[in-house]
């Protein structure tokens, strides 16, 4: 094969390796689907609605936090957000962050930066931080498998 072949092989090879980490538009339905989901999980979250809370989150929900670590536990994640967050904390989306990526048959990953805000100390700063949710989809009903949460 020719240099050039290989070339353009190549850059073939990019593109649609590229395309495919594409994310969705901002106009699909599936990105209005999730953006909609993150707004009414977080919410449940600021409102301290746990039964929605409770909905949203998968059975075989996994939670990574880079400062808390690894929770496998939906009963004791629910029970620790009940106990430590409700009332006292807030999260916000910031605006222009959401990326939603299609993973064909199974949900969709939305990465983004957010805000949580800690009403005992309305002083302090709030930094952005990093977001991964891989939303699993089954039989019409979306939930939260995976979560990672940077700061």
């Known amino acids: 094969m020719k240099p050039r072949h290989y070339l353009l092989l190549l850059a073939i090879l ?45 059975e075989d929900l996994e939670f990574y936090h880079d400062m808390g670590g690894l929770s496998r536990s939906k009963p004791e994640i629910l029970s620790s957000i009940e106990a430590n967050i409700c009332g006292k904390v807030t999260r916000t989306l910031e605006a222009g962050s959401l990326e939603v990526h299609e993973i064909k048959g199974f949900g969709a ?7 949580f805000y800690n009403n005992q100390e309305p002083e302090a700063e709030s930094k952005p931080s990093r977001f991964v949710t891989v939303w ?8 939260m498998y995976r979560i990672i949460s940077l700061h």
């Open 14 to 58: 990019i593109g649609a390796i590229a395309e495919s980490l594409a994310q969705v538009p901002e106009d699909s339905a599936l990105y209005k689907t999730i953006s909609d989901l993150d707004a009414a999980y977080f919410g449940a979250y600021n409102q301290c609605d746990m039964d929605t809370q409770a909905r949203l989150l998968d």
């Open 109 to 115: 990953v939305a990465l983004g930066l957010h805000r």
């Open 136 to 143: 699993k989809e089954d039989a019409g009903a979306w939930t």
